[in-house]
């Protein structure tokens, strides 16, 4: 609740509602399963034998210890995401910046967040432009060569973007 209360006052519950239902529950989700049927214990609730030799048991102590390691993924999920969301990317790189890490470190965390951002933008330009010049033409075979192009044009980008911002040697 402190947590949700601290995302409330920055002003990023939404985005951190977002990251918590899209990215972390389903990792805790499957992390909780795992648990469910690999862990020992003495209270079987039910057993499934797929083959003579594979058991699964799902047991008390592996659902105590799958919500445990759940509830840890989420805390240490939403706890950092207090740290990244309200923060910007260029408030992030001038704290790391601060924090003397190296620039290389530095730019790869900014980078890696605004990717995703990236790849839409760059990505809507190309197809842009390809239609602008007649290129995105009805049919699957097209559209998968349209694909081609706009993958290998968007890799080159961001290659051409990495060099200028100084990443290369």
């Known amino acids: 609740m402190l947590l949700v ?3 409330l006052v920055g002003g990023s519950l939404r985005s951190w509602l977002c990251l918590a239902l899209v990215g972390l529950l389903p990792v805790a989700t499957i992390a909780f399963i795992i648990q469910l049927i690999s862990h020992g214990g003495q209270t079987v609730w039910a057993s499934w034998a797929p ?36 923060t910007g990317s260029q408030g992030l790189r001038a704290a790391l910046h601060t924090w003397r890490f190296p620039p ?20 809507g330009l190309i197809r842009q432009a390809a239609r602008a010049r007649g290129m995105d033409k009805p049919g699957r075979i ?19 973007d990495y060099e200028t911002r100084g990443g290369a040697p």
Do not use: K
């Open 5 to 7: 209360g601290l995302h």
């Open 51 to 86: 083959t003579g030799f594979m058991v699964f048991n799902l047991t008390a102590e592996g659902a105590r210890y799958g919500l445990r390691l759940a509830l840890q993924i989420l805390g240490f999920g939403t706890a950092c995401s207090l740290l990244i969301l309200p």
């Open 104 to 123: 290389r470190l530095v730019y790869l965390l900014v980078a890696s967040l605004n990717a995703p951002a990236q790849l839409v933008h760059y990505s």
């Open 142 to 160: 097209h559209g998968a060569l349209l694909g081609v192009r706009t993958a290998t044009a968007l890799f080159t980008l961001l290659l051409l």
